[in-house]
T-cell receptor, first 114, second 116 residues
């Protein structure tokens, strides 16, 4: 089956620190991978995405590389800001007939202190 | 402004009293879906709809109903709510499918439901 495993939170960092949030997946096929972000009181928003092995998704200083050999899609940012405080969700979708399903990890709460 | 609108934002009800949470999108999206978010469990899909009059169960459909009579609306119905349905609910839509790269999910701001 399909599933996503994220590192347990919460993650607390000082401003300008380096961020890594681990994400690994299990998929029956060749999935597309996503990171979504949820700011307080809001719905989720797409942060970045990747469709094939070695693709790097990037947005707002965040990056994640699709690693097929390790089935991973870790989220990184070189220097976090207070405004990055949010919950981050890793997700996958199977290409092909299951376009209706997007599988989310449990989410990782990030808090950045000034 | 392109958006997914859910109503109400907050709802407190009692066990067994039927309720409906509305969801509407103005982007002419074919795909719509409902999720519930619970601490430690992340987002779990309740139902989804690939197009008008087409709905399918997600991971946790028990106790919920949906309908898709028109493209823009996808209401979530709880015929007889129970306390274990206390949760934060999100409606989402996308142009085609849930995970295609050029069709990201757009989420509403959520409905916090409490069933006593």
């Amino acid at each position: 089956g399909n599933s996503v495993t994220q590192m347990e939170g919460p993650v607390t960092l000082s401003e300008e620190a380096f961020l890594t949030i681990n994400c690994t997946y299990t998929a029956t096929g060749y999935p597309s991978l996503f990171w979504y972000v949820q700011y307080p009181g809001e719905g989720l928003q797409l942060l970045l995405k990747a469709t094939k092995a070695d693709d790097k998704g990037s947005n707002k200083g965040f990056e994640a590389t699709y690693r097929k050999e390790t089935t991973s899609f870790h989220l990184e940012k070189g220097s976090v800001q207070v405004s990055d405080s949010a919950v981050y969700f890793c997700a996958l979708s199977e290409r092909g007939s299951t376009l209706g399903r997007l599988y989310f990890g449990r989410g990782t709460q990030l808090t950045v202190w000034p | 402004e392109a958006q997914v609108t859910q109503n109400p934002r907050y709802l407190i009800t009692v066990t067994g009293k039927k309720l409906t949470v509305t969801c509407s999108q103005n982007m002419n999206h074919e795909y719509m879906s409902w999720y519930r978010q619970d601490p430690g469990l992340g987002l779990r899909q309740i139902y989804y709809s690939m197009n008008v009059e087409v709905t399918d169960k997600g991971d946790v459909p028990e106790g919920y109903k949906v309908s898709r009579k028109e493209k823009r609306n996808f209401p979530l119905i709880l015929e007889s709510p129970s306390p274990n349905q206390t949760s934060l609910y999100f409606c989402a839509s996308s142009l085609v499918g849930a995970g295609t790269l050029n069709s990201p999910l757009h989420f509403g701001n959520g409905t916090r439901l409490t069933v006593t």
